[in-house]
Every structure is written in C-alpha cells, then in structure tokens.
C-alpha cells in the first residue's frame, strides 16, 4: 500500500532564516505531488505541483520554491522566510487522473 | 477560477443527529472528492465521487454533476465526527494535471 510522510511535523524558524520540508511517497512510482497551504481559517491552497522528476509548476507566485529531485521526493524550500509564510503545508499524490491522497501536514510559525 | 462554495460553514449537533452539508460549484468538474480534517490536521479521504451516490457506514454522498453540486450525509452523528469537512473539485476541461480547488470547509461540532 502507499504512504505519505512528511517532516518535520512542526517547525519553528525566525523571519529572514532559510526553509526546507520534505515530503517522501512509498509504494507506487511516477506520481503527481503536490504542495498546498492552508493559511489560519480553513481553505487549502495550491501552491506547486509536479508530474516527474525536475518538473514543477508554481500555482502562485511567493516566497517559495519546490524541487523534485527523486521520483517520490518533493521538496519545499524558501531562502528567507517571511511572516506571511506561516501556515499548515501539506503533501498530496495521486496516481494522475484519480483522487488525491495527503500526508500528515508540517505546523511552520515563522516568529 | 472555478469557485466552490460550501454550507452551512458551521454546524453544532446533539450526538445521534443527522446532517446534510452542501458543496456547489462554478463549473464543469471531472472529479469531486469529500475529506474530513481531523484535529491533528490530516485529510482523510471520505468520498470519491464525480457523479452518483456512494455509502462508507453512516456517510454517504451524491454528485450531480449537471447541476453541479455535491452532497454529504452524516447520519446517527457521533463526537469523532467533529472536524472540518472539505470539499474539492478538479476543473473538467483541459489539462489540469489533477488541481484540486477546495471550498472553505464547513466546521461541525457533535455534542455527547
């Protein structure tokens, strides 16, 4: 069966100070990662997306970058963290055309 | 963009109650999916569902997709029921690579 990790589980990094998440999928090859955020208040927000290695599309333009340096790795990076960035970012794949499956989240306050 | 609305954006329950939260959307979609956000923030997958009717236990949900909207039943509600429940859509035209677009979420509250 397929699984989705993400980590850290919480973070918290000062504003100006460099960021990297992670996000790995077990158990099937060649998927499409995503990465949304989910601000304080409830909606999800696209913000890269990926169908195969070095492939990254940006949803919206930010402070923030994406790489897909393994098919089933998926990182989110940003050189100088902002206030605005915090937030709760998730990981989702999908096998293409199907439903999208999400990974347990990272809690990022940016202080 | 497509725009998915849902309601009630909160609902308060007494344990045993049944409820019915509603999702429309703007445009033609291909797909619909049904998550609920647990406390510790993870999305489970509830449902599935571009067009028809599926049941999992005491959920089920329907999607008419030509009128676009989605409906979620919770039936005999219990206290682990409590969460946000999202609905999501993929647009139905082009090659939208599998883009989900969420609505607000609609909080619900089960009393014991």
């Known amino acids: 069966s397929q699984t989705i990790h993400q980590w850290p589980a919480t973070l918290v990094q000062p504003v100006g100070s460099p960021l990297s998440l992670e996000c790995t999928v077990e158990g099937t090859s060649n998927p499409n990662l995503y990465w949304y955020r989910q601000a304080a208040g409830r909606g999800l927000q696209l913000l890269f997306y990926s169908v195969g290695i070095g492939q990254i599309s940006s949803e919206v333009p930010q402070n923030l970058s994406a790489s897909r340096p393994q098919d089933r790795q998926f990182i989110l990076s940003s050189k100088k963290l902002l206030l605005s960035d915090s937030g709760f970012y998730l990981c989702?794949?999908?096998?293409?055309?199907?439903?999208?499956?999400f990974g347990p989240g990272t809690r990022l306050t940016v202080t | 963009g497509i725009q998915v609305e849902q309601s009630p954006p909160d609902l308060i329950l007494q344990e045993g109650a049944n409820s019915t939260l509603r999702c429309n959307f703007s445009d033609s979609v291909n797909n619909l999916q049904w998550f609920h956000q647990n406390p510790w923030g993870q999305l489970i997958n509830l449902f599935y569902i571009p067009s028809g009717t599926k049941q999992n236990g005491r959920l089920s949900a329907t999607t008419v997709a030509t009128e676009r909207y989605s409906l979620l039943y919770i039936s005999s509600s219990q206290t682990t029921d409590s969460g946000v429940y999202f609905c999501?859509?993929?647009?139905?035209?082009?090659?939208?690579?599998?883009?989900?677009?969420f609505g607000r979420g609609t909080q619900l509250t089960v009393w014991p």
């Open positions: 999501a859509v993929e647009l139905g035209r082009g090659s939208t690579l599998g883009r989900l677009y």
């Open positions: 989702a794949w999908s096998p293409g055309e199907y439903e999208q499956y």
